[in-house]
């Protein structure tokens, strides 16, 4: 008996291959504002937060304005200045597409900024898959669950027949805090073993495998 009627993506580190791009920029804006530049394992943890705090977790310190200033810089690093490039992992539109033929609806919940997915779901042409987006401008930051359920509301679906896909503890604990199914996928930001003290119902490696997984689950 099929299962999950709703599968929910992260979008960097789940869908796009962008740490790379995400840090250089972090490290671009920290310059630019004077900042003390992290190294790398630091910056890379707080993928998938939204900005405001992915920022005052890596610099606690800032004031609202500081704040304000690292995010315009980040925002600018990241859509025009860094040539670091991203690509989505493999396997990523193939899977998307044999997910929308078996009749699946898809959404993404990310921690992105609204003006930063559109602008590379236009460039990457998946949006066209995904029958909604939601990102912290007009939702709330994980783990709060806020866009989950806006989510389930808008494309009514309950949340037994909605799973959570993403690479990071964020992922899990936002899925964990309103009781939805999640996948870890460990080809992301966070290590297996940080995601699998939130239980996820599997512990995959790739999207060739999280696809054969989704295949026996819908």
């Known amino acids: 008996m099929k299962k999950y009627q709703l599968a929910i993506f992260d979008w960097d580190g789940t869908i796009m291959n962008s740490e790379g791009?995400?840090?250089?920029?972090?490290?671009m804006a920290a310059r630019e504002c004077g900042l003390q530049v992290l190294p790398d394992e630091v910056n890379k943890q707080i993928i998938g937060l939204s900005l405001e705090k992915a920022i005052l977790g890596l610099y606690p310190d800032l004031d609202e304005a500081q704040v304000v200033r690292m995010s315009e810089a980040y925002t600018k690093s990241f859509l025009e200045d860094s040539d670091v490039h991203m690509v989505p992992f493999d396997g990523a539109e193939a899977l998307l597409l044999n997910l929308k033929q078996q009749g699946l609806k898809l959404a993404i919940a990310t921690g992105k900024s609204r003006?930063?997915?559109?602008?590379?779901?236009?460039?990457?042409?998946?949006?066209?898959?995904?029958?909604?987006?939601?990102?912290?401008?007009?939702?709330?930051?994980?783990?709060?669950?806020?866009m989950l359920q806006q989510i389930l509301d808008e494309l009514q679906v309950s949340v037994e027949n909605a799973v959570m896909i993403g690479d990071t503890t964020f992922d899990m604990e936002m899925a964990q805090n309103i009781g939805m199914d999640?996948?870890?996928?460990?080809h992301g930001v966070h290590q297996m073993h940080q995601l699998a003290e939130y239980n996820p119902v599997a512990q995959l490696d790739d999207l060739q495998q999280l696809n054969a997984w989704l295949m026996q689950n819908i």
């Open 21 to 27: 791009r995400i840090v250089d920029a972090i490290k």
């Open 182 to 186: 999640r996948i870890a996928l460990s």
């Open 115 to 146: 003006k930063g997915l559109n602008q590379v779901l236009e460039e990457c042409g998946f949006g066209v898959y995904f029958d909604m987006t939601r990102t912290p401008v007009e939702s709330a930051s994980k783990p709060d669950p806020l």
